[in-house]
């Protein structure tokens, strides 16, 4: 994770959700309107010393993940979501794909098995990439952004960016769903072919970090699915109607 002040804020709420609630107490007024300037313009505003505000902002601790979400902002389950994704980016996935491409060196037809491998982890992890860039960039903020409207009576909601239900009943994809089949066809892969014992012991390895890479990933799909999606439907749903009766109908729903 990268911090500067000469970041706008958006790219700062991007990296560290948690940030809004101390970019709210220490500037004083909700950055929803001002995401596009940077933390030193608004520091600069607002007399607030930059140097020891990005500081602060550097030394905030993640949010546990037993943490009671249904008693505290949106903001903080999106970080403790935000934070698993940099888990699952810069650590997990590489960490498989170094293994996976370690067995090309075996000999033919091992060297082969392992070579399909890694080419279908390969695929997972693109996939996967790009669903975690579409959480950050669009529903993340969006839910975020709808949470703030009713904090702050001054803030709208902005159906004409999107909406968080209809993105739920677009969004199909479950990553979740696709790691357990990629461990699958690995597991059956592997199970149908006789390795040498070195081969065997590196293919153990091979699961051991897919399998530790799936019980993370479960625990995060449950949070997302069971505390983060239903509340945040439920919160538009609420936003919408308030300020525009049945916006937020969309076909299906009646």
């Not at 970041?7 to 948690?18: F, L, S």
């Not at 940077?38 to 010393?49: A, I, M």
């Not at 860039?133 to 709808?146: H, T």
């Not at 153990?204 to 530790?212: F, G, R």
């Amino acid at each position: 994770m990268i911090l500067s002040s000469s970041q706008t804020i958006r790219q700062i709420i991007k990296q560290k959700p948690a940030v809004v609630g101390l970019l709210e107490q220490e500037l004083g007024f909700p950055v929803w309107n001002r995401l596009e300037t940077p933390l030193s313009e608004l520091c600069r505003e607002k007399g607030t010393d930059t140097h020891s505000l990005l500081e602060s902002i550097i030394a905030m601790p993640t949010p546990p993940a037993e943490s009671a979400w249904n008693r505290q902002p949106v903001y903080r389950l999106i970080d403790s979501l935000t934070r698993d994704h940099d888990g699952f980016r810069d650590t997990d996935m590489p960490a498989i794909k170094a293994l996976l491409e370690a067995e090309w060196i075996l000999p033919h037809p091992d060297g082969y098995l392992a070579h399909g491998l890694a080419q279908e982890f390969h695929h997972f992890q693109a996939d996967f990439s790009k669903h975690m860039a579409e959480e950050e960039d669009f529903l993340f903020p969006k839910i975020m952004r709808n949470e703030a409207c009713f904090r702050f009576k001054e803030l709208e909601p902005e159906p004409y960016k999107g909406s968080v239900n209809l993105y739920l009943k677009l969004d199909i994809h479950k990553p979740e769903e696709e790691i357990e089949r990629t461990l699958a066809s690995m597991r059956t892969k592997l199970r149908n072919r006789h390795l040498h014992s070195a081969q065997a012991e590196q293919s153990q390895q091979v699961l051991a970090a897919l399998d530790a890479f799936a019980h993370k990933l479960r625990a995060h799909a449950a949070l997302e699915n069971d505390c983060l999606l239903p509340s945040a439907g439920r919160l538009e749903q609420e936003l919408y109607e308030n300020s525009a009766p049945g916006m937020s109908r969309f076909p299906g729903d009646q």
